[in-house]
């Protein structure tokens, strides 16, 4: 495939390089891009500052540090943080191959690290030229490709109604499906970093894989009965950079710390319904930050599928 270079396709230019702490959030406001490689790189929307021109949708934006090369055609219009550069076409081209452009972009990830920006050397970078991009996605259409993936999804097991404007009923609040408990504090908590006997349990802590939450073991008759949990009970991690909003169930008895809140069923519910549940509070981790914990009213507002039940008889997670 012949190569050419990424400036020679697009205009490269640095984003408007602002603070989303110094910005006022708004429902209604402009998306922010930032170097996340999640939710299409937007991590908020903000009241649009004074001055500063916002950039149309339809262009890609590509993050050269932090989540370096993470590049995303953007669907609104946009302004960015740090680090953030704008790729505008010199050509009129449709979004299929702009797609395929971000996935190239992609793709040379690995050429670059949290010390190797890319802010020097992305104009250079080689890329397929254009007539070989919109040879490669000629027969691919992404209005088919939808069109395609809706029409054949059964919803009906989620009672969930799409309608023609995309608004969808059938989610409930994580409030509406279970009790929450929170953790106990680790302060005056004799730990030991060994089961000595029985009766000592784990500690459970915030982590991002289920085998490293365990802190230390507790003994559990220290500890009264609403503060011990038993195995099959669904928890959750509302702290940490990195192990927030991570969701298991429990593989034996245990204690929670002060930064998991376990998750009670308001009604009966299988092992595999909490195994179902358990991927969709952790799907939500996007919409948290070390900032911005799941905790609380935050975390009881999380929409969930309602009305599980029936269709588990028929599921099996294991080949999911």
């Known amino acids: 495939m012949i190569t050419c270079a990424l400036a020679e396709i697009f205009d490269i230019k640095y984003g408007n390089s602002l603070e989303l702490v110094k910005l006022k959030k708004h429902p209604d406001g402009v998306n ?13 929307k ?20 932090g989540s370096v090369m993470e590049s995303f055609l953007q669907n609104e219009d946009f302004i960015t943080g740090f680090h953030v550069m704008v790729l505008t076409p010199k050509i009129e081209m449709s979004d299929e191959v702009k797609l395929f452009y971000c996935h190239c972009l992609r793709m040379n990830k690995f ?8 802010n020097v050397t992305l104009p250079s970078l080689e890329v397929p030229v254009l007539s070989a991009a919109e040879d490669f996605v000629k027969d691919f259409s992404i209005t088919k490709l939808q069109s ?19 608004e969808k009923r059938g989610l409930v609040p994580l409030s509406e499906l279970f009790h929450t408990r929170n953790g106990v504090a680790s302060s005056g908590v004799k ?17 991002y894989k289920q085998s490293t939450s365990i802190d230390a ?26 192990s927030h909003t991570y969701s298991y169930v429990s593989v034996c008895e245990f204690v929670p710390n002060s930064d998991v ?60």
């Open 217 to 242: 073991y507790v003994n559990k008759n220290m500890f009264t009965e609403d503060e011990v949990f038993p195995k099959g009970t669904l928890y959750v991690s509302t702290n940490g950079q990195g």
């Open 111 to 118: 050429k670059y690290s949290y010390g190797r920006q890319a």
């Open 46 to 65: 903000v009241v649009k500052p004074l001055y500063e021109p916002v950039f149309r949708k339809g262009l890609i934006t590509v993050a050269v540090s």
């Open 261 to 320: 809140t376990v998750l009670i069923p308001k009604e009966p519910m299988t092992l595999k319904e909490k195994l179902f549940y358990s991927m969709c509070i952790t799907h939500n981790r996007f919409k948290f930050s070390y900032g911005r914990k799941p905790k609380g009213f935050r975390l009881e507002n999380v929409l969930l599928p309602g009305k599980m039940g029936e269709m588990f008889d028929k599921l099996d997670l294991l080949n999911w």
């Open 148 to 166: 395609s993936m809706i029409g054949n999804l059964d919803l009906s097991w989620l009672n969930i109604e799409v309608s023609n404007k995309g």
């Open 191 to 207: 730990r030991l970093h060994y089961k000595k006997n029985d009766n000592w349990i784990p500690y459970v802590r915030p982590s």
């Open 32 to 44: 922010f891009v930032a170097r996340t490689q999640k939710n299409n790189g937007v991590v908020a």
